[in-house]
């Protein structure tokens, strides 16, 4: 298939897929390389276009064109150009989130947290447990999922790219893209083997809210001794 990613206002980008259109507000909009795969985001759901994310090879795209590195490139300055961007127009500003659970991040021009600031968030490193967000020295806010509470292990994964929005009733930072937390996101295996359905497992250690497993051993042991006898 053909893809194209363009400026379609001073708004809002419009990606075609070779079959229609789908348009997303630039400042919800986030994009990454993985590999040979530009993965591009939106992070609040649009009426038009009910899918919110798109990994594409970048040898797919018509519009931008070039390698990897160029074609991110070209969607990131049509995404970060939009009306009100930048530092003093009070649009979607972006910083990169250092840390793991105790968060700080640099963003130009931030002075003070005022109800309803906005801003994108790269995390370089998942959590463990609850956590929270210090932006220009400013203090500590709790980072909550949304209208769901704080978040809890598992919720921010590595690399992640989330809108978060200041709630000064809470206080907190209502996070929006965080990670779909299930059994798999905070329980990891700790054998150097792959531990497959129906196997027996015991808890090994973790840290926070995650959890480590490995065999049992001892019953796979006895199971053994059963069948030969």
């Not at 229609?20 to 530009?38: A, D, H, N, P």
């Not at 759901?45 to 070209?74: C, H, K, M």
């Not at 793991?100 to 959590?127: E, K, P």
């Amino acid at each position: 298939m053909a893809y194209s990613l363009t400026d379609y206002s001073t708004t809002e980008v419009e990606l075609n897929d070779g079959s229609r259109s789908y348009y997303y507000k630039k400042c919800y909009c986030s994009v990454e390389l993985q590999g040979e795969y530009i993965i591009f985001t939106s992070h609040k759901v649009e009426n038009n276009a009910f899918r919110q994310q798109w990994s594409i090879a970048y040898t797919d795209f018509t519009t931008p064109t070039g390698s990897a590195a160029t074609v991110l490139a070209a969607i990131k300055t049509i995404i970060e150009n939009y009306a009100g961007g930048g530092t003093g127009g009070g649009g979607i500003q972006h910083g990169t989130a250092s840390g793991t659970d105790t968060y700080t991040a640099t963003i130009s021009g931030v002075t003070s947290y005022t109800d309803g600031d906005s801003y994108l968030i790269r995390f370089t490193n998942g959590n463990t447990t609850g956590a929270n967000l210090n932006i220009n020295s400013l203090g500590a806010i709790p980072l909550y999922r949304n209208n769901d509470g704080p978040i809890i292990g598992g919720d921010i994964e590595d690399g992640a790219e989330m809108l978060v929005v200041y709630n000064s009733s809470i206080p907190a930072w209502q996070a929006i893209g965080t990670s779909p937390n299930t059994i798999i996101a905070y329980v990891t295996n700790a054998e150097s083997i792959s531990i497959t359905k129906g196997q027996p497992v015991y808890a090994f250690g973790g840290v926070g809210d995650r959890m480590k497993v490995k065999l049992c051993k001892c019953i796979i042991k006895c199971w053994k001794f059963a069948l030969l006898n």
